[in-house]
């Protein structure tokens, strides 16, 4: 029933979707980018989940899900995104549908909901999301949401989120869509000072008078794609403003209604998650002429690209000059902690289970900089480009998976003989059960792993699951007794010298430990 | 207090899926197939992994645009197909969704179906069962989609087939049944209970190893345990039920009863000691032997302790929340302590919750009046939480925003405890149970309440010189 043949037992409709890594410039036959199979257990979510985990971090936005208690009660505070303001994003609301709702129509209810909630926070927005239900009986939240914006004089903006209407990447379209209807465009004045500000900073470096006028108009940007998860954009946005940029906002981690409607003023978009925010970066690039780049603010090597790239950008040499102090400094002041660690974890072997193909090809170099190697690679939403990306930065061996299962992926980890597994909460223990160590790059973790000290926090959380000395106790799974030769049991005296030799009802029993430096291989 | 009638803040209940995964995970060999869009697998695995720390396996049909239009039959039939090619159970359990109800699929229509075309038929010995129950996320609460399960579960192995009546062979052994779920160290200490009472058990659903699993050699694919499908066949002939749980129905009794005349008895949770005193009362009841001396000994140490805390107990101002059973039984040992339960409530609505707690209150201290709420979510608990002023919360780790932003000590107890370790562990029944929350509880308020200090030293210094001693002086001011 099974096929054998593939890189991993699996059901034959899946053997696409598992691939090694191929000779450059060959084609990855790697399927992606399709709907979950019935019944192979995908670690994927649902379109809601891809639009909530992209607005969640708006903090002081009222995010209120329409539909049964079930979706609002299990994404209630689940993501560490943290503000520096209001939490109102830390609350979870429903309109809790019941059957009666379904019957006859949640409509009024939903707007009464909302009447309720504008009355009680005061939100300066709501995102409302509709779920599978909604997209059912036909809720016309479009209409609720336009009167009850008129009604209440602040934006309702409704979030096209029905849980079966595509994959995740669809949710985070519609977050994107929702965020869209947030940005306000910027008054005349600033619309003008902002196409000239590249020529302007060009200009400033032959004109010392003009060095003045600049420095009045900082150059702007808006990071795209990050959550501020554990306060990473807090170690990111000093070193933009070292630079003499101004960081608008960052979406949508510790972004404010009030923050993402400036957005349209920056001269440049920096996008990390590219899978969740390309597609708005792309529209504000046609809508305001912001250009965008795409970086990564995980590992020293990918750090130092994003803080140069936006230095070229701009293209000042005070700026560039400041790039490299700035990197140089922070480098030599992680560099001995980052050593340490790659004493202790080099060689080891790491596979990687993302939900953003974008975290997947940054951790590849982040590894790399550990000393490590991956061996498994896979992501729940990458696309094409994305896995042949992924294909280029792997060495050659390394398996490839898109939308993995979890008995693809225990097998894998054992096939593969991975010593670390980078994913969230549901492949944790997954990975625990086989012996293999973890580390959450998922919502669920409570330290930074962006920027500098969030490098050295990540190698310090690799290094403490990988030299755990709990590996080496579970290799044990059950204390085997070795039964004593008689001839040797005879001499009790050199039976008791060792202290954990037993007589047991006249047999001799010698407990077999493995706390012991012999290296046994795993037993799974 | 804050007064919504639309919106709904902090949820307090989880949706009727998940308890039917809880349900379902406790039988041998078993999967759970949730009939929807892919979300709802993998938002509850997520719930439940994070609680019981145990990777947790729920397939899903993974309906999406077309299907929701067209009818999900397909889907439903593609992922029985895929789950019995890669996980070979013995029993799927399928549960229905909002999207699935709404649509209108015959969930058990379409199962028959898919046997037929499948080949597989309705021997129990060989054949693969697979037990449908509808479970939409927009009735109840996942309390009713547990009962629900449990119910069809039951209904499933004992149904008769065709024209046969079920053949009756006694078993004298005593079905235990809880209408909520309990922590696998309950299940175990249930468990235990029974096999010192020498009395031969079926207990449905039992958890105790499959969201509890030791590291084996092999990680399995489906978990190792859960209560073996012949006993769970056997429960007709078995000679009494006791139902778990006294505030909710507990459909698998009573249908044990009704169709099969197997007398039910339901008893309150066995929390505290008047609740552990009634379990064993009915243990003895039916099973016509003495109580061991093990639980006697057991019982006296409880006593034993409830006197050694009664005045740091006495008058403890408590909020209790949670399910409706575990709440009344908690209430109850709270009561029996000296404890006063200011504000009672449960997340799910339940008619009979607030005359149950009113009923309990009046037998054991009538001079206390206690807010008694149900159907709440937790902003409305807040709200009672500030009208009662407990000095202590009880109940699952959800309420640790009110805990922490009033600077109320919280005992988690309860599903789910996402924030601390050994939820799986909690043990509340029993005699050893009761001990173990009476520390936790007498604990967490002499915590909170320990006026003790380090006494102030001089630093060894000082005794250097006169001068030395004048200055560091100085200095420590």
Redesign the interface.
């Known amino acids: 029933m099974i096929e054998k043949t593939g890189i991993v037992d699996t059901l034959e409709e899946r053997q696409p979707y598992i691939t090694r890594k191929q000779e450059k410039g060959e084609v990855i036959p790697l399927a992606c980018d399709n709907n979950s199979l019935a019944g192979a257990i995908s670690q994927r979510a649902c379109v809601y989940s891809g639009a909530r985990v992209v607005l969640n971090p708006v903090t002081d936005a009222v995010h209120l899900v329409h539909g049964p208690i079930g979706c609002a009660g299990y994404t209630w505070d689940i993501r560490g995104a943290k503000s520096s303001g209001v939490e109102t994003n830390r609350s979870s609301f429903s309109t809790d549908m019941k059957e009666i709702d379904v019957v006859f129509g949640g409509e009024k209810k939903l707007s009464n909901a909302i009447e309720e909630l504008v009355g009680l926070y005061r939100p300066p927005v709501i995102f409302v999301y509709s779920t599978c239900i909604v997209g059912i009986i036909g809720d016309d939240l479009e209409s609720v949401c336009k009167t009850a914006s008129k009604k209440h004089n602040i934006p309702v903006i409704p979030v096209k989120s029905e849980g079966f209407k595509g994959n995740k990447s669809d949710g985070y379209k519609a977050a994107c869509d929702a965020l869209k209807k947030l940005i306000k465009r910027p008054e005349e004045g600033a619309a003008e000072k902002k196409s000239e500000m590249r020529s302007e900073l060009k200009k400033s470096e032959i004109k010392d008078s003009e060095i003045e006028k600049t420095e009045v108009k900082k150059p702007k940007i808006n990071i795209l794609g990050d959550f501020n998860v554990a306060g990473d954009v807090w170690l990111i946005k000093p070193l933009f403003e070292q630079m003499g940029i101004e960081v608008i906002v960052s979406m949508t981690g510790d972004s404010t209604a009030k923050s993402i409607s400036r957005a349209a003023e920056a001269d440049l978009n920096l996008v990390q998650c590219s899978g969740s925010m390309t597609y708005l970066a792309k529209w504000m690039q046609k809508e305001y002429g912001i250009p965008y780049q795409t970086i990564s603010f995980f590992g020293i090597e990918d750090i130092s690209i994003a803080l140069r790239k936006t230095a070229e950008y701009f293209g000042s040499e005070e700026m560039k000059k400041k790039a490299e102090e700035i990197l140089e400094a922070e480098t030599n002041r992680i560099m001995p902690e980052i050593s340490r660690v790659r004493e202790r974890v080099k060689g080891k072997k790491a596979a990687i289970y993302m939900g953003g193909p974008a975290k997947a090809l940054t951790l590849i170099k982040g590894f790399a900089e550990l000393g490590m190697e991956v061996v498994i690679i896979g992501t729940q939403t990458g696309k094409k480009e994305d896995y042949e990306q992924i294909s280029y930065s792997v060495r050659d061996g390394t398996v490839i998976v898109d939308d993995a299962n979890p008995l693809e992926l225990a097998d894998l980890l054992v096939k593969q003989k991975a010593d670390l597994m980078v994913a969230g909460v549901k492949e944790r223990f997954i990975a625990y059960k086989l012996g293999v160590a973890f580390c959450d790059f998922n919502h669920d973790r409570v330290v930074e792993f962006e920027g500098f000290d969030g490098f050295v926090n990540f190698a310090k959380e690799v290094d403490a699951s990988i030299n755990s000395p709990v590996w080496k106790a579970v290799r044990q799974r059950i204390l085997k007794l070795e039964f004593v030769e008689p001839e040797k049991a005879t001499a009790e005296e050199k039976i008791s010298e060792k202290p954990y030799a037993k007589k047991c009802k006249g047999v001799a029993l010698k407990p077999e430990f493995l706390h012991s430096d012999v290296a046994v291989e795993s037993q799974v | 207090m ?1 007064k ?8 307090c ?3 009727q ?2 308890g039917s995964a809880l349900a379902f995970k406790g039988i041998e060999n078993t999967m759970v ?1 949730y009939h ?12 439940l ?2 609680h019981f ?13 077309k ?2 239009v067209y009818g999900g039959t397909e ?2 039939k ?6 019995i ?3 070979n159970p013995k029993v799927i359990g399928v549960a229905t ?3 699935t109800e ?2 209108g699929d015959d969930v058990p229509a379409i199962i028959k179906e898919f046997k037929e075309e499948e080949g597989i038929g309705d021997d129990p010995e060989k054949d693969i069962i697979i037990i449908p129950v509808s479970t ?4 109840e ?1 996942h309390v009713s989609g547990y009962i629900k399960a449990l119910d069809a579960v039951v209904r499933k192995f004992s149904e008769k087939s065709g024209e046969e009546e079920f053949l009756k062979i006694p078993n004298g052994k005593l079905n235990l049944i809880p209408v909520e779920s309990f922590s696998p160290a309950d299940v175990r200490e249930i468990k235990e209970i029974l096999e010192f009472m020498a009395g031969d058990y079926i207990f449905l659903p039992d958890i105790s190893d499959t969201f509890d ?7 399995p ?1 489906i978990a190792v345990g859960g209560t073996p499908l012949s006993e769970i066949a056997d429960m007709p002939n078995s000679r009494a039920s006791i139902g778990l749980g006294v505030v909710s129905t507990n459909l698998a009794v009573k249908y044990l009863e009704d169709y099969h005349g197997v007398p039910g008895h339901n008893v309150p949770i066995p929390i505290g000691l008047l609740n552990t005193d009634l379990f064993f009362t009915e243990l003895v009841r039916t099973l016509g032997c003495p109580i061991p001396d093990k639980y006697q000994n057991e019982r006296g140490r409880l006593l034993d302790a409830m006197v050694d805390v009664h005045k740091y107990l006495y008058g403890v101002k408590a909020a209790v929340y949670g399910d409706p059973d575990s709440v009344f039984s908690l209430t109850t040992f709270m009561l029996e302590l000296g404890m006063n339960p200011v504000l009672v409530s449960t997340g799910s609505k339940n008619r009979d919750f607030e005359k149950r707690i009113k009923q309990i209150f009046e037998e054991i201290r009538p001079e206390l009046e206690p807010v008694v709420l149900d159907g709440i979510d937790f ?1 409305t608990l807040n709200d009672a939480v500030s009208e009662c002023g407990p000095e202590i919360l009880i109940g699952n780790s ?1 309420g640790r925003y009110i805990a922490k932003a009033r600077d109320i000590p919280l005992v988690r107890v309860g599903l789910p405890i996402h924030d601390r370790v050994g939820a799986q562990r909690i043990l509340t029944v029993g005699y050893r149970g009761a001990l173990e929350l009476l520390d936790r509880i007498t604990n967490t308020i002499l915590e909170a309440t320990d006026t003790f200090t380090a006494p102030v030293q001089v630093e060894p210094a000082a005794y250097a010189g006169e001068g030395a001693k004048d200055e560091r002086v100085e200095g420590s001011r």
Not at chain 2, 54 to 65: R, T
């Open positions: 804050t919504r009638n639309y919106a709904t803040v902090n949820p209940v989880m949706c899926p998940m197939l929807g869009s892919q979300g709802c697998s993998t938002y509850m695995r997520l719930h992994s994070h720390r145990e990777p947790v396996e729920i397939a899903s049909s993974s309906l999406n645009e299907e929701a889907n439903l593609k992922g029985l197909k895929n789950v090619k890669r996980y969704t909002c999207l709404t649509i939409p996320s927009y009735g609460s699993a030791p590291l084996r050699e092999k990680l694919k902003d959800k």
